[in-house]
T-cell receptor, first 113, second 114 residues
Framework: DGGITQSPKYLFRKEGQNVTLSCEQNLNHDAMYWYRQDPGQGLRLIYYSQIVNDFQKGDIAEGYSVSREKKESFPLTVTSAQKNPTAFYLC????????????FGEGSRLTVL | AQKVTQAQTEISVVEKEDVTLDCVYETRDTTYYLFWYKQPPSGELVFLIRRNSFDEQNEISGRYSWNFQKSTSSFNFTITASQVVDSAVYFCALSEGGYNKLIFGAGTRLAVHP
């Protein structure tokens, strides 16, 4: 089945450790996105990529890094510089020019102890 | 600045009741798009509808209907004869200029009880 796969679903890490969240899509979409969801705050854009080997910062990119070496994959690294990394992270993809119809994965819940 | 406000944090209804989820937006652009997404307990957001700023026609899809009013900057979502499966968090979102950088509201959690 076509879709977006995020892993792991749950992740626990100690403070000061970097952690990488995986996002893979088989929808042949050009664009991919990472959002962060906190209780009562909706979704906020971390990074997005419209083509391979290119990505742009979203509204809350500080403390995060990404890469886009393959069309299917857009991993997110939460670095130790991120002050409050505990959150629910959602990856999404879209066709170029689709204007807002994003397809989302089931998310990864990161808890920093 | 762009902003989306969903003033209702949580709504609780009994099955078969009608329920309206409110969404108010702010934008300086004349060209923009509005969206509703549903987030069931499984976590992924599901696209429900897109409206562009030039199309104020209301839309109905089964038990779902949307009322877009530019005069009040609102894009409200009504579920008729609610069902338990409608229980989810619903997000309203805005994008400007045809880009996919969506601005999301805080979401409204809808609980439908049998």
């Amino acid at each position: 089945d076509g879709g977006i796969t995020q892993s792991p679903k749950y992740l626990f890490r100690k403070e000061g450790q970097n952690v990488t969240l995986s996002c893979e899509q088989n929808l042949n979409h050009d664009a991919m996105y990472w959002y962060r969801q906190d209780p009562g705050q909706g979704l906020r854009l971390i990074y997005y990529s419209q083509i391979v080997n290119d990505f742009q910062k979203g509204d809350i990119a500080e403390g995060y890094s990404v890469s886009r070496e393959k069309k299917e994959s857009f991993p997110l690294t939460v670095t130790s510089a991120q002050k409050n990394p505990t959150a629910f992270y959602l990856c999404a993809s879209s066709m170029t020019g689709s204007t807002g119809e994003l397809f989302f994965g089931e998310g990864s819940r990161l808890t920093v102890l | 600045a762009q902003k989306v406000t969903q003033a209702q944090t949580e709504i609780s209804v009994v099955e078969k009741e009608d329920v309206t989820l409110d969404c108010v937006y702010e934008t300086r652009d004349t060209t923009y798009y509005l969206f509703w997404y549903k987030q069931p307990p499984s976590g992924e957001l599901v696209f429900l509808i897109r409206r562009n700023s030039f199309d104020e026609q209301n839309e109905i899809s089964g038990r779902y209907s949307w009322n877009f009013q530019k005069s009040t900057s609102s894009f409200n979502f009504t579920i008729t004869a609610s069902q338990v499966v409608d229980s989810a968090v619903y997000f309203c979102a805005l994008s400007e200029g045809g880009y996919n950088k969506l601005i999301f509201g805080a979401g409204t959690r809808l609980a439908v009880h049998p």
